[in-house]
């Protein structure tokens, strides 16, 4: 039997294998939301445009501080830049531009007006309560890199230059294959002896789409040798990557990894972590697959660990490593491991520390821990773990979009 691949072995192994990225389109901003920007966007003017006034107020000299001056004109935003007369202030409101002459603005608040004559403070400070033009964007400074995912204020910066469109990368197209008799869809009527409801397939649809992946959904395929074979022939043909659920491991009835041998190559399989040991990584013809665990926390942690980093990846998605946190452990574990284990755990604080406490039932069959945890804490292999001991946890909202 092959030795089992270490996690980031096998995530070095899955990146060095993202050779393209997929072919750019141009998008409108309201198109554009959670598409990754396929060039760097740079600024093409000076945000703002001109000093402008951050309150509603007065613009004035700051040299004329203590002395009573009459307003000479209004200044609201949109307004022509003007020149401020000698000897007099101007009325001005937030976002007008400064006049020409004047160096500081006072609030409102902050000014006493008897019959259109305004008495100014004492101490008033050059340049107080201006924007200064080109303080946000400087035209020609870079806005926002190449394989950003745009979010919505990523989209308002782009707007803020008048740009209207932006290019892309188009987005993949993921076969999601699901495996098992025993499977039966939701709203299908009353389970059968034997049945179960296939809970992989709506999960992996959600992930796939906050990863902005298009979704091929082949529904569930018969476990025979034959459908197995028509069914990831039929996925290599419509789709960028197949992912499948089950049909992976050593039983009888996983006949997806030697169907993808048949068709392609399993470039690697197996790996050193809990839930998650079944993965499997290979190519149906030149379509590379990712061959999930068919246990639903499996499926969930190694999506995340492996098969995320690896379509962030094939997106042009520049993508950071997982977060991850110190917290102390709400728990034991007695016997070193022989596999990197991710618990299902809550995080909560105490006495400002951060503790994690594991769901009851850690089974990799078991989606309700997921749904119950906010976190997933790493036990490292051959370590035993002591109550109160520091550990490395990654919030579960950290690693999805």
């Known amino acids: 039997m092959t030795p089992l691949l270490p996690l980031s072995e096998a995530l070095e192994q899955l990146l060095a294998r993202v050779a393209t990225c997929p072919e750019v389109e141009q998008v409108s901003l309201q198109a554009a939301l959670d598409r990754i920007l396929a060039e760097d966007q740079h600024a093409v003017i000076d945000v703002p445009p001109a000093d402008n006034s951050a309150m509603d107020g007065y613009a004035l000299r700051a040299r004329d501080a203590g002395r009573k001056l009459p307003v000479s004109e209004r200044v609201a935003a949109g307004d022509a830049a003007s020149t401020l007369r000698e000897d007099s202030v101007a009325r001005i409101f937030t976002g007008g531009e400064i006049p020409a002459g004047a160096d500081a603005v006072v609030m409102q608040e902050d000014m006493g007006l008897v019959d259109g004559v305004a008495e100014l403070p004492g101490e008033i400070r050059a340049g107080q309560h201006i924007r200064r033009k080109g303080q946000d964007c400087r035209a020609g400074s870079r806005l926002l890199p190449s394989g950003r995912r745009l979010r919505p204020q990523d989209i308002g910066l782009l707007a803020s ?23 039966r869809e939701p709203g299908s009527g009353a389970l059968p002896p034997g049945a179960i409801f296939n809970s992989n397939r709506p999960m992996l649809v959600g992930l796939l789409s906050t990863l902005g992946c298009g979704v091929l959904d082949l529904g569930i395929v018969r476990d025979t040798p034959e459908a197995t074979r028509e069914a990831l022939l039929d996925a ?11 049909g992976v491991s050593v039983g009888e009835a996983d006949h997806v990894r030697d169907a993808v041998r048949a068709l392609g190559e399993i470039d690697l399989w197996r790996i050193a972590i809990k839930p998650g040991k079944p993965f499997a990584f290979g190519h149906v013809a030149a379509t590379p697959f990712i061959g999930l665990p068919g246990n639903p926390s499996s499926a969930f942690v190694t999506f995340l660990l492996l098969a995320r980093p690896y379509l962030c990846a094939l997106q042009g998605r520049r993508e950071a490593p997982p977060i991850t946190l110190r917290a102390r452990a709400d728990f034991t574990v007695a016997s070193p491991g022989s596999r990197q284990e991710y618990l299902r755990v809550s995080l909560s604080e105490r006495d400002s520390e951060l503790w994690a406490a594991p769901y009851a039932n850690q089974s990799s069959g078991v989606l309700s821990s997921l749904s119950a945890s906010n976190a997933l804490a790493v036990v490292p292999v051959g370590e035993t773990i002591e109550n109160g001991q520091w550990l490395q946890v990654m919030r579960l909202d950290d690693m999805l979009p």
Do not use: H, M, W, Y
């Open 161 to 183: 230059q008048g740009i209207a469109q932006v290019p892309v990368f188009q987005k993949l197209t993921v076969a999601l294959l699901s495996t098992g008799n025993e499977l």
């Open 236 to 246: 290599a043909a419509r789709a960028d990557v197949i992912v499948s659920s089950g």
